[in-house]
Structure formats: structure tokens, C-alpha cells
């Protein structure tokens, strides 16, 4: 196994990549939608329900030698790019929306497929949601007040609708009517998703990159009236059987797995490492199920992650794992704190069980 860390596309510059390597990792899983707000010192915490942010990049896709510039400087900190994570939501708004562009989104969908193929990355991992990851409360409810994400279904209107103009909880076009989406059901959601992986699969398949699909955060079976689409375990079985291919496989968020009310995230491992269908894994821990949960360090969570560690060494699971994202704690930089503390934890445990590979 290999300890990776991820970096949010505000962070790709020399100090973070240095803070990674120096921190443990020796493999980067990279996003390149710019959605987390606080540039070098990026914050979850925050309320973000009112949307990531605006994208405005429908002109703007990835090409090959912006991957190639991004790689090498990556590489230059004896790093490697294992993979990138999340589409940017104006380069495929019309795939989850069923709206008349998803032809020629899905066309340059394939094109970004092709350059990162030819760059040498791997895996690209994606989440198929219209309201994306939306809801969260945010307090200083961690060990020792720190600031920390959750949710309470007490607290927030789980059908308030998604504006025009937005999915993925961004906004890609401001000038969209006034009004709100239409509710979209579990089978259309299918539909729309199939059409997706369809299309994109053969493409993945040619280009030596897996596809990796992260399940609903929160895990509901719908939110702001729309269906969700991997809200509990089994459901991962039908996104595999969409298409049967290598290039079709699992980003594995274990905190979001833990979360789902009827969930055991030991055998959803075992499962599916042992079916190698796993990109790669979200180490991170909670506190709770669905309807009331929040985000734990690493050690205090419901979750025993040195159990998970060793399903995943005994069924010879040889990719990365990354913290995802992790309480902020009281400093100067609250998120590289509660990295760095997490980034140290999960080396140890590796190492307590010799399955860390340099």
C-alpha cells in the first residue's frame, strides 16, 4: 500500500508539495476544480450551502500539456501523480442534468480522458450528484473543540430545491432564470448515469485509465429533491454491473460508507478489495450515521482503522490511501494541523503492520 495525500487545486505549488513528501506521502491525488474556499489555507469548515463557488470553465478543459507542466513539477518533489479527482461540474453540468450539451460534454469528457491517459495518470475518480456534497453543519464539535463537519438532519431542509444555473452544489451559470430544478427521480438519475459510464468506459478502457466512482456525502436516498445515486452499500454492486470493465471501479470513502444508517464498512472493504475494484481509499473517520454524524480525527472515530488496515493488507490491496479530510485543529494552519496529524497516524499504523510501500 502507499500513503498519498490530496491537494486541492489552490494548493498545487512547491510548499505543498514539499509539506506532502514531508508529511509521508508519496503519491498526490490532485483535484483541479477550485472549490474549497481559503486558497493556502483551505477550510471545510465553513457554510457552504449556499454553494462551493462559481466555475465558469465550459471553455477550459484539461490538456495535455497543462497535465504534463502539473506532473513534472509534482515530480520534481519525488512525488507521483496517482490520480485526479472530481470533474469541474462546467464541463459536464448537461451529463447529470439530462440538458441539451451532454452530447458534446460527454465528447469532451472523452477528450480530457485521452490527455490524462497520455500523461500517465491512472485513475480519475468522479461523483455522479446533482446536489453534490450539500448540508453539512459546521463546529467546533471535534476531540478538544476543534472545528469540524457533520450532519443533522434536525438542522437543515434536506428538500430545499437546487437553483437553476447550479449542480454539484456549484453555480456554472449565473445568468440561468430564476427558479429551481425540477425533482429527478431514482430511475432517471440511473438513466442519466448509464448514458455516463456508457460512453466514457470504452474510452477509459483504451486509455489505460480506471474510472472511480465515490459514493453520496451525505447518504441519502435523496436530497434538495433529487435522487442520490450510491446512498447505501449494495448499491455499488449495480454501479459496477452498469458496464462490467476493469476501467469501472470504486473511489472507497470509508468515512461516507460508516455513515450510511445500515452500513458495515469491514465487509464493504473485504468486498471489494478482494474484487480489485477499488482506485483508491478515503482514510478518514466519523462519529454516527445518517441522520446525525461528524467528522473524527483519524483515531477517535466509530471506525477501527487498523482492523480496515489489515482487511486491505490480507487481500493484497496494493493501492493508495489519502486522508481526505480531517478536523481543523487550533494553530496558524489549522488544515496542514489536522493533515500532518493524520498523515502521522496513518504512516504509523502502516508500518505497525508492514504494508507501507516507500
Known amino acids: 500500500m502507499k500513503l498519498g495525500f490530496g491537494l486541492y487545486k489552490a494548493l498545487l505549488n512547491d510548499q505543498n ?18 472549490y474549497v474556499k481559503g486558497e493556502d489555507s483551505p477550510s471545510l469548515a465553513r457554510d457552504y450551502r449556499d454553494g462551493w463557488g462559481v466555475t465558469q470553465n465550459q471553455n477550459k478543459l484539461w490538456e495535455y500539456d497543462d497535465l504534463i507542466r502539473i506532473k513534472k513539477k509534482i515530480e520534481s518533489h519525488g512525488l507521483k501523480w496517482e490520480a485526479i479527482e472530481n470533474f469541474d461540474p462546467s464541463h459536464w453540468y448537461d451529463i447529470l442534468l439530462d440538458g441539451p450539451e451532454k452530447d458534446k460534454q ?17 485513475i480519475m475518480g468522479y461523483y455522479f450528484s446533482l446536489a453534490g456534497v450539500w448540508g453539512w453543519n459546521i463546529g467546533p464539535n471535534g476531540r478538544g473543540n476543534a472545528m469540524s463537519v457533520g450532519f443533522d438532519s434536525t438542522k437543515v431542509d434536506a428538500n430545499t430545491p437546487i437553483p437553476n444555473g447550479m449542480v454539484w452544489n456549484m453555480t456554472y451559470d449565473r445568468d440561468a432564470p430564476a427558479g429551481n430544478q425540477r425533482s429527478v427521480s431514482s430511475e432517471e438519475l440511473w438513466h442519466r448515469f448509464e448514458y455516463f459510464l456508457s460512453g466514457i468506459i470504452p474510452v477509459a478502457e483504451e486509455n489505460n485509465v480506471k474510472m472511480v466512482a465515490h459514493p453520496d456525502d451525505p447518504p441519502l436516498e435523496s436530497l434538495r429533491g433529487s435522487a442520490r445515486l450510491i446512498y447505501k452499500p449494495e448499491l455499488f454492486d449495480k454501479l459496477l ?24 464498512v469491514y465487509e464493504v472493504l473485504d468486498k471489494y478489495s478482494k474484487l480489485d475494484k477499488i482506485g483508491y481509499v478515503h482514510f478518514r473517520n466519523v462519529i454516527g450515521r ?5 467528522e473524527a480525527f483519524v483515531d477517535e472515530g466509530d471506525i477501527n482503522m487498523l482492523k480496515a488496515l489489515q482487511i486491505l493488507k490480507d487481500n493484497n490491496y496494493e493501492g493508495v490511501l489519502i486522508p481526505d479530510h480531517t478536523p481543523e485543529m487550533s494553530c496558524g494552519a489549522p488544515w496542514h494541523a489536522g493533515m500532518a496529524f493524520a498523515m502521522g497516524y496513518m504512516r504509523a499504523a502502516m508500518k505497525s503492520l508492514d504494508v507501507l510501500k516507500e
Request: charged share 20%; net charge neutral; proline share 3%.
Open 241 to 264: 454491473e452498469t458496464v462490467v470493465s476493469p476501467s469501472n471501479g470504486i473511489e472507497l470513502c470509508m468515512g461516507t460508507v460508516q455513515e450510511m444508517s445500515d452500513s458495515n
Open 106 to 122: 460527454l465528447e469532451n469528457l472523452k477528450y480530457m480522458i485521452r490527455n490524462i491517459g497520455k500523461a500517465g495518470i491512472r
Open 290 to 294: 445518517v441522520p446525525n454524524y461528524r
Open 17 to 34: 508539495f514539499q509539506f506532502a513528501k514531508q508529511a509521508g506521502a508519496s503519491h498526490l491525488i490532485v483535484q483541479l476544480v477550485d
